[in-house]
Each structure stands twice: as C-alpha cells, then as structure tokens.
C-alpha cells in the first residue's frame, strides 16, 4: 500500500452553526478550537452569550457550511430571519434523515447535505458544551443520488475537524441503522425504567450498573426522544419487531445468541484509500468502515479486519 501526505489544499470555509445548544454548542467548540472560522446564531440570548465567550462570532450573517442543530420539528423554520450566503451548503445534525431530507430538499436543492454525529448525551442545552464530545464519534453524512460530491466533502471536512470519523450513507440506510442501534433502545431505556417502577422501591434501590447503563438515554428530554422515534417511526416499528422476536426465543438461546454479537468485534482496522466518489464511498460505509482525513487526490479511512 502506497502512503501519501496531505499537501495544501484551499482555505477551509468558514462554518455557521443554527442552535448552540448541547450539539451545536460543541460542534462550534470544536472547531474553534480546530482553527476554523466559526460564527453561529440561537434565539436563546444566554446560548449565544455563551457561544461568544468560547470564540464563536454571534451574527445572522452565516455562509459557507451552514449546521442546522436545532430540534427536529424546528429544522423546517431553522433559517428564518437569518441571512444565509446563497452558495452555502446546509447540513444538520438532526437525528432522522429521510424526513429532514424530504423537507429540506425542496426549498434548498442540492445545497443541503444530511449529517448526524452519532454521539449526544442525556443532557441538554448550551450548559452541556463539550468541545470534545464528537472526538472519535461517528458521523454519518448522507450521499444521495444528487448529492454534490464537492458539498459533501465540505460537511466531511467539518466533521473531521471536529474530531469525528465520516460514515457515508444515504438517508435511508441511516434510518434503518439507527432505528436499530439508538431508537429502539430509547424505547426499550423507557419501558425498563417503567417497569422497574413498577417493581417498587426495593428493586429501584438495588438498582445498579446493569439498570443504570440500560436505562441511561431516557434521562433526555422527552419530548426529543417522541420526536426522534415518531420521524423514524417506520424503520423503528421495524427494528422493534425484531427484538420483539428475539425476546420470543428460548431465553439460554437468546442469550447465546446476543453475547456472540457482542464477542464478535472485529479484531482491528485496516487502512483503506477511497477515491472521491459516490459508489466507493458508500461501499466503505456499508462495510462498516469510516473516512478518517482527506489527503491529496482521495480520503484515507478503515474497513473491520477480522
């Protein structure tokens, strides 16, 4: 395998984030900290206030690569009374993609490019800012048919910068993952703590570690996770059944069957180069793999190995 080093590449553009609260407030952060020229808006005055004093310029003047990380019933109306540079590319970190995409398509073209770091927490608002909360994370950002490949290398890049790993993935594959991986367990975080509620006040005071992690992600706000899994809610019906399937199984069965799963992480990574097109890239990601930088005339990221 051929190494090659990263050589100089056009100046970054700058970013301009809509919403700082926990996501948005950390993706600005993050890429302060990475050097890039970051400007951001929220209606919360105590978000923005916030925002400026970790460097973020507060304007409604916003260009370049334009993050929409608002709720998602408010994606629609995100860019209301902003002024947007009309060349921007418009991405999101919202948690369901076709329904944002269907949305959003329309009234921005092909300037709109879907992303979602997988890596939000329980906690909210702009008092939950981690400049380090996307190092490492997965970041899906979405290649659709009409996808503008140099836009969605932009959105890339600002995922790099803040310390993420790329996915690439259409919209609708990204549902149907997450309903499996993160809706489901918000509904399965809700009706184990429900449950044990109904156990009583000896099994919540025995509770621990086991609970504690299973039930964790349904400490968000509420309303979020209706919203989440109600704009996902094919795919997430879906994905239900199946557990519901499994839980059907001979309990030694299942058992076995899950901890396989689990056992069976691959052992390690290997190193790929993927050109800058639609089809590799979207092999890499089903393959389970991620971009990790952008070099001189393709992107470097991983594959599973073992």
Request: charged share 15%; hydrophobic share 50%.
């Amino acid at each position: 395998m051929t190494t090659a080093s990263p050589v100089p590449t056009a100046p970054a553009p700058p970013v301009g984030v809509v919403g700082l609260g926990q996501l948005g407030g950390s993706l600005a952060a993050a890429l302060v900290a990475a050097g890039r020229a970051v400007a951001g808006w929220d209606v919360d005055p105590a978000a923005r206030e916030a925002a400026a004093a970790r460097g973020v310029r507060i304007t409604r003047e916003l260009a370049g690569v334009v993050v929409l990380a608002v709720p998602l019933p408010a994606m629609a109306g995100a860019l209301d009374g902003l002024d947007v540079a009309p060349d921007a590319t418009v991405t999101d970190v919202g948690s369901v993609k076709a329904p944002v995409l269907a949305e959003l398509a329309p009234v921005l073209g092909g300037r709109y490019v879907g992303g979602h770091p997988m890596c939000g927490t329980e906690r909210s608002g702009h008092a939950a800012t981690d400049p380090g909360l996307f190092t490492g994370a997965r970041w899906a950002v979405c290649l659709e048919p009409d996808t503008a490949l140099p836009r969605w290398l932009r959105v890339a890049e600002v995922a790099l910068d803040a310390g993420a790993e790329v996915v690439p993935a259409t919209a609708a594959e990204h549902d149907e993952a997450v309903a499996a991986v993160s809706h489901v367990p918000h509904l399965l975080a809700a009706a184990l703590a429900a449950a044990a509620g109904e156990a009583g006040p000896l099994a919540l005071a025995l509770a621990a570690g086991s609970f504690r992690d299973g039930t964790r992600v349904i400490g968000s706000d509420p309303a979020f996770v209706t919203a989440m899994v109600q704009g996902n809610a094919g795919p997430t019906a879906a994905a239900l059944e199946r557990v519901q399937a499994q839980l059907a199984r001979p309990w030694p069965e299942l058992v076995a069957a899950g901890h396989a799963v689990r056992a069976a992480a691959p052992a390690g990574r290997r190193t790929v180069h993927v050109p800058l097109d639609r089809a590799a890239l979207l092999a890499l990601g089903r393959a389970g793999g991620a971009v990790t930088r952008r070099l001189a005339a393709f992107l470097e990221g991983w594959v599973p190995e073992g």
